[in-house]
């Protein structure tokens, strides 16, 4: 058996995710990408939960308060977060404009109500809508399957799905995908596991078939994978528990979600 310096992997473990640095600045919080991946994903479904809002609601809220404290924790980190993870990077960048547009499409609703101003070239609302209306306000925008989609917030992976069994289309969450599926050639090298995305696609679809195929009438059903995580150190499966939601899609059409059990 090879012995391992013990003292110089420890010192390393936390900071292997962090941007190279000639000097580092005194005070930096050190973390690993699942760390930031978390904080982007808290951004996006806090936002998301906006969404969902009726416009009195969400008038009422602090929706700057809400938001930017997820954005700077975000900004806060993103600096640090290794090129290789360019991705990540990108996803961290475009969460952060969307949330900083809500905020803005806020503070104007906000600065109108305050001012009494009345939309009042906004057409009468049907017979059938206009007590929901009179009762919860009027709805801001919704986000749709499609928005989450465009957004990185979901993972269209119904081509594959389809290979899999399945006849319905079929997205992972965003962080499903950065944990289950994700690989680069130097997660290969840091963990010493000969992986690709599609095998790990391919795992994560053909246990969620067969999970489904045990619960036939379940709309709602939890399962279990084992995967080599990404931040690990080494090339033995850990388990992990995931969450599948069949509902309907943007035109009522049934579709398959696969979510993190904490997610909605």
């Known amino acids: 058996m090879t012995a391992t310096n013990t003292h110089s992997s420890n010192n390393t473990a936390d900071a292997q995710f962090l941007a190279p640095q000639t000097h580092q600045p005194a005070g930096v919080v050190k973390f690993k990408i699942a760390q930031f991946r978390g904080a982007v994903s808290t951004l996006n479904w806090s936002r998301t939960d906006l969404h969902g809002s009726t416009r009195s609601e969400w008038l009422k809220q602090d929706v700057r308060s809400r938001l930017q404290r997820h954005i700077d924790a975000v900004e806060k980190m993103l600096p640090h977060v ?115 995305e599609a095998g790990r696609l391919w795992d994560v679809l053909c246990i969620a ?9 379940a709309g709602v059903l939890t399962y279990q994978l084992r995967r080599v995580a990404r931040d690990g150190h080494g090339i033995t499966p850990q388990l992990v528990d995931l969450k599948m939601i069949c509902s309907g899609g943007d035109n009522g059409e049934p579709v398959i979600t696969i979510l993190q059990p904490l997610e909605d």
Request: net charge negative; with cysteine; aromatic share 6%.
């Open 209 to 217: 078939m067969f999970a489904a195929q045990q619960n036939k009438s």
């Open 82 to 196: 290794a090129a290789r993870f360019a991705h990540d990077i990108d996803h961290a960048r475009s969460s952060i404009q969307s949330a900083a547009e809500m905020i803005a499409r806020w503070a104007e609703a906000k600065a109108s109500e305050n001012a009494g101003a009345v939309r009042a070239d906004k057409p009468a609302a049907p017979p059938a809508m206009a007590s929901l209306i009179e009762l919860f306000g009027e709805p801001i925008h919704t986000v749709t399957r499609a928005d989450l989609i465009e957004m990185g917030d979901l993972v269209d992976v119904s081509a594959t799905a389809k290979e899999a069994g399945f006849k319905i289309p079929v997205a992972l969450t965003r962080a499903v995908w950065a944990d289950c599926v994700e690989w680069f050639p130097l997660d290969t090298k840091r963990t010493g596991a000969a992986q690709d």
